[in-house]
């Protein structure tokens, strides 16, 4: 099945050591976020609305799930592609 891959035909050379970092980033993001504040707040704060542009929420925007699900698949699939990424250019 390809949304669930068992067996990796190509194994990474090296640890992936900025995908894991942003595994961990985002999920502890996520966790504060729902833990300590209201999601629609957060949201409101630091989601990107194009009708408002601004730098910070672009860049913050990246960090934001909507859901446990959400950021479950999110990071599965940058496990899953962003190791090979990060083995062919480097970190």
Do not use: C
Not at 16 to 32: D, R
Not at 40 to 50: L, N
Not at 72 to 79: E, I
Request: aromatic share 18%; proline share 7%.
């Amino acid at each position: 099945m390809f949304i669930v891959p068992v067996v990796k035909d190509n194994p990474t050379k090296n640890v992936p050591w900025v995908v894991l970092g942003l595994i961990v980033l985002n999920s502890l993001i996520v966790a504060v976020t729902y833990l300590f504040f209201s999601p629609e707040w957060v949201f409101g704060q630091y989601g990107f609305v194009p009708a408002r542009p601004q730098a910070l929420t672009l860049f913050t925007s990246m960090f934001l799930h909507a859901g446990i699900w959400h950021i479950v698949g999110n990071m599965w699939f940058l496990w899953m592609f962003g190791n090979q990424v990060e083995n062919m250019f480097g970190s």
